[in-house]
């Protein structure tokens, strides 16, 4: 694999950074000095992807590109956790109390999501048949 990077890319330090980018997930690395290995590098990571050479995920991401697990979005739902940021590796996001599922975006049977909190089923029927009767609903007849 090395050889079609060194036919594509010159030298062998510019072919070793850009093995390195399609491994980590980065779309272009560059030797901040041609052809010295021992330079430091600079590398323009795909969306979701963060570190030196992209081998982790950036900040609202999820998973370990290092075991070539590629990153995802978190997904918490901004109703029922505390952030937008989840666990690296998981993705369970930090749930309001109360408030469960990886995305934070689930209640116990029986209940709802409504304003951060779990409320029954019950209750949010009966908010909603009141504001059905509200005289600030429009009615059309």
């Given amino acids: 694999m090395l050889v079609d990077y060194l036919t594509k890319h010159g030298s062998p330090w510019e072919a070793i950074f850009a093995q390195r980018a399609v491994l980590n997930y980065a779309i272009t690395c560059h030797p901040t000095i041609p052809?010295?290995?021992n330079s430091p590098h600079t590398c323009q990571c795909r969306p979701g992807y963060a570190g030196e050479v992209c081998d982790r995920c950036d900040t609202g991401y999820y998973g370990d590109p290092l075991l070539m697990v590629p990153c995802k979005p978190c997904g918490c739902n901004p109703s029922g956790s505390r952030s937008q940021r989840c666990n690296m590796k998981t993705g369970q996001c930090s749930c309001l109390p109360g408030?469960?599922?990886r995305k934070c975006d689930?209640?116990?049977?029986g209940h709802v999501v409504d304003g951060g909190?779990?409320?029954?089923e019950s209750a949010?029927?009966?908010f909603y048949c009141a504001l059905a009767d509200?005289?600030?609903v429009h009615r059309s007849t």
């Fill in 35 to 37: 052809d010295d290995p």
């Fill in 99 to 101: 408030i469960m599922g």
């Fill in 106 to 109: 689930e209640c116990r049977p």
């Fill in 117 to 120: 909190r779990c409320i029954g």
């Fill in 124 to 126: 949010s029927f009966l």
């Fill in 134 to 136: 509200s005289p600030f």
